[in-house]
């Protein structure tokens, strides 16, 4: 029987491979399958899913929700646009001190708030993340969901 939540009780497809996973009388056919619990609420076979049977074996027992390769990445996406969007709200801030900090005549502050700025634009912390948001995900599922955005 797959794994996680969804409709079992009846026929489901491999959303990669578009292979019969559920019958309608609820047994499995074929290879394992699991259910993704992201946007597109899916089924999916270990195998097509990218999932070794040891990360199949913990992702059925995990408490956390499994995502599709495709559903991660729309995932993260959001994520970066949101450090994206965080990092220019931060700079405006930047700026909007600058000119506060020139208008009161104090050169010294403003080369300090030149320094923070440069830090924030090279921050090592929102590069980090970036890295680890897209390291978790496999080089081809990458490439065909930008593909696929061109």
Known sequence: MPTKKGKKDQASTCSVCDEIIVEVSGKQVGDEAIFCEGICSNWLHRRCAGLSKKAFDLACKSTTSFLCP????ERQSKDISTLK??????AGEIDTLKVSLEAKGSQDT???TDELSENIN???H???????VTSNIPLGARYRYWSAQA
């Open 122 to 124: 090279q921050s090592s």
């Open 110 to 112: 403003v080369h300090a």
């Open 70 to 73: 495709h559903c991660k990445l």
């Open 126 to 132: 929102v590069k980090s993340y970036a890295r680890a």
């Open 85 to 90: 969007s965080l990092v220019d709200k931060l």
